[in-house]
Nanobody
Framework: QVQLVESGGGLVQAGGSLRLACAAT????????MAWFRQAPGKHREMVAA????????YYAVSMKGRFTISRDNAFDTVYLQMNSLKPEDTAVYYC?????????????????WGKGTQVTVSS
């Protein structure tokens, strides 16, 4: 049974940083593209960042570029999202997702497995 478990969310002031982690079990982690999505209240889920199976390629949504960094450690079956210079508009539930693909898909419908999410709240 595949499980993706996110951690690291919380409450932070604007301008602060958080590091999210997603630990995967039940799948061959090194074969999956991994991504972070987020969903704010009343808004559609959107992609934040993605990283391909070996970490050689990454994708960032425009509003996150330069502030967020996605990385992975295939030895520990974990993907990370370092978030710096956080803004109140970054407040959302952040989800980890896995896609059995070599490349990076940017649509949530392409992702096979999902975590339950972790809440990130940025106060002004």
């Amino acid at each position: 049974q595949v499980q993706l478990v996110e951690s690291g969310g919380g409450l932070v002031q604007a301008g602060g940083s958080l590091r999210l982690a997603c630990a995967a079990t039940g799948l061959t982690f090194g074969l999956y593209t991994m991504a972070w999505f987020r969903q704010a209240p009343g808004k559609h889920r959107e992609m934040v960042a993605a990283i391909n199976y070996n970490g050689g390629d990454t994708y960032y949504a425009v509003s996150m570029k330069g502030r967020f960094t996605i990385s992975r450690d295939n030895a520990f079956d974990t993907v990370y999202l370092q978030m710096n210079s956080l803004k109140p508009e970054d407040t959302a539930v952040y989800y980890c997702a896995a896609d059995r693909a070599n490349g990076i898909d940017i649509h949530d419908a392409d992702y096979d497995y999902w975590g339950k999410g972790t809440q990130v709240t940025v106060s002004s």
